[in-house]
């Protein structure tokens, strides 16, 4: 992953709540607006079988209804954690070192991480 400034990247927020991105000593250095037309993942259920009287379900994650984007050179998605599992992809970030409020509330983070195999 290249060191690249601020202003040499674009952050697309793929999630369905604001993002703020704090430096370690608490200032707010970006706010990511959240996006209403995200990709989002359902459950898919069939039945797989039965142990002892007890159904036991296959479940799998899919897409609903809006496609992954396209890589894009530069661009870095912040996604949600189960989206950057199914996906694993490197230009998929998610929030991580999250910054809680008095009532223990999300209210941002100091870094992001990234899921690949």
Same mark, same amino acid.
């Given at each position: ?7 040499? *990247?674009? !952050? ?8 703020? =991105? ?16 995200? %990709? $989002?993942? *359902? ?12 159904? *036991? ?13 396209? /890589? =894009? %050179?530069?661009?870095? /998605?912040?996604?949600? $954690?189960?989206?950057?599992? /199914?996906? $694993? $992809?490197?230009? !998929?970030?998610? %929030? ?9 509330? =999300?209210?941002?983070?100091?870094? !992001? ?5």
């Amino acid at each position: 992953m290249e060191n690249l400034s601020l202003s040499e *990247v674009n !952050f697309v927020n793929l999630c369905p709540h604001d993002i703020n =991105i704090y430096t370690n000593d608490g200032q707010l250095i970006m706010r990511l607006t959240r996006n209403s037309n995200a %990709p $989002r993942l *359902v459950e898919r259920r069939i039945i797989y079988g039965e142990i002892s009287g007890i159904k *036991v379900n296959n479940v799998r994650l899919t897409l609903d209804g809006v496609d992954l984007p396209p /890589y =894009i %050179p530069k661009t870095y /998605y912040i996604v949600s $954690r189960v989206l950057a599992e /199914y996906a $694993r $992809r490197s230009d !998929f970030l998610i %929030p991580d070192e999250l910054i809680r409020d008095e009532q223990g509330r =999300i209210i941002g983070c100091t870094s !992001f991480a990234v899921v690949t195999d």
